[in-house]
T-cell receptor
Framework: EAGVVQSPRYKIIEKKQPVAFWCNPISGHNTLYWYRQNLGQGPELLIRYENEEAVDDSQLPKDRFSAERLKGVDSTLKIQPAELGDSAVYLC???????????????FGAGSRLTVL | TQLLEQSPQFLSIQEGENLTVYCNSSSVFSSLQWYRQEPGEGPVLLVTVVTGGEVKKLKRLTFQFGDARKDSSLHITAAQPGDTGLYLCAGARPTGNQFYFGTGTSLTVIP
């Protein structure tokens, strides 16, 4: 079974340009997460979806970031316009979403590395 | 401000040495997970602990969840170069679907 798939793996853009990242989660995983990770640090949550509903987006900079999860499967994260400080790795993860359970773990994609010049 | 603080932030040791990584918080978690991340890849789950005081062993790695479910530790015995990577703890909150990551510990094991 394929894991979490993300694209593109790498993206280099100039500031003020738009960029979009795509994520295909594991089949059957109801919960989808977008995290941002700076080099050598822990991931920070941007947004969490339960099926197609965004249930936790308090850390998403809504003036420039947007996300959607159509039909509760694939998801897209967009930045427009990008700023220098947005350079980071954007990680997508999915889980069964079963609540407090030993089986409820995160499976991550390989990430999309963004460099803003 | 991250909910979970890890220490040390960086660790460079010789092959064969032992080490312990700590993950601390003032919050209670329903479960605590440890992940390892290699360059250019996403984090990969090592273990999940859910019961206060729980100890789990994975070959040379020993994980412990604090009695109050606010902290955890990872102990590696006889470290090997293959253990090199970024170690991350992650706590699951209330519903269990909210995962908060620690600040990370970058481990380098020198042959």
């Amino acid at each position: 079974e394929a894991g979490v798939v993300q694209s593109p793996r790498y993206k280099i853009i100039e500031k003020k340009q738009p960029v979009a990242f795509w994520c295909n989660p594991i089949s059957g995983h109801n919960t989808l997460y977008w995290y941002r990770q700076n080099l050598g640090q822990g991931p920070e949550l941007l947004i969490r979806y339960e099926n197609e509903e965004a249930v936790d987006d308090s850390q998403l900079p809504k003036d420039r970031f947007s996300a959607e999860r159509l039909k509760g499967v694939d998801s897209t994260l967009k930045i427009q316009p990008a700023e220098l400080g947005d350079s980071a790795v954007y990680l997508c993860a999915s889980s069964l979403g079963q609540g407090p359970s030993r089986a409820n773990v995160l499976t991550f994609g390989a990430g999309s590395r963004l460099t803003v010049l | 401000t991250q909910l979970l603080e890890q220490s040390p932030q960086f660790l460079s040791i010789q092959e064969g040495e032992n080490l312990t990584v700590y993950c601390n918080s003032s919050s209670v978690f329903s479960s605590l997970q440890w992940y390892r991340q290699e360059p250019g890849e996403g984090p990969v789950l090592l273990v999940t602990v859910v019961t206060g005081g729980e100890v789990k062993k994975l070959k040379r790695l020993t994980f412990q969840f604090g009695d109050a479910r606010k902290d955890s530790s990872l102990h590696i015995t006889a470290a090997q170069p293959g253990d090199t990577g970024l170690y991350l703890c992650a706590g699951a909150r209330p519903t269990g679907n909210q995962f908060y990551f620690g600040t990370g510990t970058s481990l380098t094991v020198i042959p």
